[in-house]
């Protein structure tokens, strides 16, 4: 039982939000982060379900067949061939204190970004990592989503931007959960190769369950790779021969090195760049090398 | 180092915010829940404690100076002599990403909002409560700070609302974190006796570190009566005599029953009231009985 949505001129490009909007009073919404390229919005479909499933997964009663009707006129206000969009879904106004409205009217915005001038560098060159000190939140029941709950990724970053001053060629950082297994980047998912199995951390705890990350899963398995997906704690990860990231905005990204910078140990060193080159492969119509 | 706060008509009363407010794209901010009565705003001292402590925490940088030098504006223009104010303050906009930008110029909004209808009422005769399903999030590194990220909330709300439509007695849910301890209630911190003593959960993996809460176990100890502050157990509530809530809006409301209606259990009856109501004395000048 959707409400009628408000037209789209007051929503979708709008540079206010009402200052009792619950996305801002709560965070009680999502988010989905998109490549744009060559008049596609790359892997729309799994964004479309994961935005789909996080609204039911919340109770935010938002309209797939409004949602699907902006989606050219979206197209058409591209600002560039090859930029960033990012939909924001909330749960709108209203309410009384923490317990929604039902039913709720959402609030859809789309913003356009540009992409970051670094991507086909580190895409080519591969990065440097560092574990963030602040930990990832654990509940099981918002697992997977990508709400706008997203205080542990700004305070990962932080750590981040302040570790790549002196040391550049970090350009991720990866969050633990609270009992310090290896979980996601502050942005990216991860994959590891450990005695010569590709794994990549179960988010049955915490973080998003990533477009990118489900894709590559499926890429390698219709390659004959299976990947596993389990738990990792944070110290296996100095026992991997090789290491990437991926996200939907940029693909896939080596690691080169983990440099631990609290532990005060030497970096560890992934030789092998064999899986996400070949990785890189498979997406390079859309993700270019 | 905090930078030039913008001129207070931007802010502060501000019926919308950007819609590229770090508040509503990560939760990134704080914010606070105020009685006002009779010109004033009632314990504001350790609001505004926990309000500039969780700023340091977060990195916000807020103004010291600047936000006291906006509280006479502020009180001069409430709506009525007794109601709520809201303060809610942002990282603003700006950054990379989730990097933030530093330094950053804080978003600060304080927001009016009557009193709900039933607060005497509650005070009075108590309430009754459910346990909800929805668990709070564990993160050691953010327990306690009043952040945006409330998404538990508003899902443990939910449930709430939905159980309060058939009993309507029930007025506040209480929350377990991911490991069935006893946290708090929904807008509430929570006491109980068990064998004689009064107890309340520790906060020191997830939960608001509330200010009444702080008051309470400050007033009774200058009684005598000592606040244990311990993991409780969600089953350990069952053996209480005694079980009350407090906010700093409504104050300290006895609770009657423990309706568990998911384990399809029998309510568990509260049998006294009596710490809540020498709590409801002590504070009966600015939380009328």
């Not at 309410?95 to 929604?100: D, L, T």
Request: aromatic share 6%.
């Amino acid at each position: 039982m959707s409400p009628a949505p408000q037209t789209v001129s007051d929503h979708i490009f709008s540079e206010t939000v009402s200052s009792q909007n619950r996305g801002l009073l709560y965070g009680d919404g999502l988010f989905e982060t998109i490549r744009f390229r060559s008049g596609q919005l790359l892997l729309w479909e799994p964004h479309r379900q994961r935005l789909l499933s996080g609204c039911d997964a919340l109770g935010i009663d938002l309209d797939h067949a409004y949602l699907d009707s902006l989606i050219p006129e979206i197209i058409a206000s591209a600002p560039s061939t090859d930029c960033i969009l990012k939909v924001i879904v909330t749960r709108g106004t209203g309410g009384r204190g923490y317990s929604p409205p039902s039913p709720n009217r959402p609030t859809v915005l789309f913003q356009w970004h540009a992409l970051a001038a670094d991507i086909i560098n580190n895409t080519r060159m591969g990065i440097d990592v560092i574990f963030c000190r602040h930990p990832l939140s654990v509940n099981p029941v918002t697992a997977g989503i990508k709400h706008l709950n997203r205080l542990d990724q700004v305070l990962a970053s932080r750590e981040l931007s302040a570790c790549a001053v002196h040391t550049p060629t970090v350009r991720e950082g990866l969050m633990l959960d609270v009992d310090s297994n290896l979980i996601e980047g502050t942005r990216s998912n991860v994959f590891v190769v450990i005695q010569n199995q590709l794994c990549t951390p179960e988010l049955t705890r915490c973080g998003v369950d990533g477009v990118m990350r489900n894709r590559l899963i499926e890429l390698f398995a219709s390659q004959g790779v299976e990947v596993v997906v389990r738990a990792i704690r944070h110290r296996e990860l100095t026992q991997g021969s090789e290491a990437f990231l991926c996200n939907s905005v940029f693909g896939v990204w080596p690691i080169l090195r983990l440099i631990d910078v609290h532990a005060g140990e030497e970096p560890h060193e992934f030789r092998a760049t064999t899986m996400a080159r070949m990785a890189q492969q498979w997406l390079r119509d859309d993700f270019p090398l």
